[in-house]
Each structure stands twice: as structure tokens, then as C-alpha cells.
Nanobody
Framework: QVQLVESGGGLVLSGGSLRLSCAASGRSIGSYAVTWFRQAPGKEREFVAGVSWTGRATYYGDSVQGRFTISRDNTKNTVYLQMNSLKFEDTAVYYC????????????????WGQGTQVTVSS
């Protein structure tokens, strides 16, 4: 079993930055793809960014491309999401998810999920 815990969310002004962390426990996620999704009130869950188990391959949703950066440190069993130039429309609960296979953009493909961390961007 893998337990995922997100942290780093909060309230930030438009144009600001935040760094989210997804810390894993229970077993190493070194062979897992890890992806960030988000869900805003009244909206469907949205793929944000994903990273392969090696960290060499990264993928981004169109709405965050060029502003967000996903990375991982397998020695710390942690994945990060650096979010810059935040916009009001980035406001959502952000979840990390893991699967022992390639990154996909479909949430139902993932085996393990964290509880989520709230990101609120004030305009």
C-alpha cells in the first residue's frame, strides 16, 4: 500500500507562487508515475501535470503549461509541483495520485490518491 499526503497549499495573490509536495509512505514510489490533478467547485477533475518514475518525462495540461513544473526526488519519496504566475482560475483542491505504470491523464487509472490540499488564488 502507498499513502500519499499533499502539503503546501494556501492562499496566494494572483501572480504569486506556491510549491506543493506529495509525500509518499508505505513503500517507495520510485517505480510509480505520479500525477497532480485538481478539482474546482462545480467542475470536473482536471489533469494538471504528471512525471514518469524516472523523472525524465513530464507532462502538463494546456492550462498550466509554461507556468507549473513537476519534479520528483525519489530519495525523499516525494513529488513536487512548483506553481508560478498563479491565476484566479487555478483555485482548486489539488490531489496527487500514483500508479505503477506510465503517466495517464485519466484519474480512474490511478491506484493511490492523497486527501488533497486547497489552493486559493485571490484576484
Amino acid at each position: 500500500q502507498v499513502q500519499l499526503v499533499e502539503s503546501g497549499g494556501g492562499l496566494v495573490l494572483s501572480g504569486g507562487s506556491l510549491r506543493l509536495s506529495c509525500a509518499a509512505s508505505g513503500r517507495s514510489i520510485g517505480s510509480y508515475a505520479v500525477t497532480w490533478f485538481r478539482q474546482a467547485p462545480g467542475k470536473e477533475r482536471e489533469f494538471v501535470a504528471g512525471v514518469s518514475w524516472t523523472g525524465r518525462a513530464t507532462y502538463y495540461g494546456d492550462s498550466v503549461q509554461g507556468r507549473f513544473t513537476i519534479s520528483r526526488d525519489n530519495t525523499k519519496n516525494t513529488v513536487y509541483l512548483q506553481m508560478n504566475s498563479l491565476k484566479f482560475e487555478d483555485t482548486a483542491v489539488y490531489y496527487c495520485a500514483a500508479r505503477p505504470a506510465k503517466v495517464t491523464t485519466t484519474g480512474s487509472d490511478y491506484d493511490y490518491w492523497g486527501q488533497g490540499t486547497q489552493v486559493t488564488v485571490s484576484s
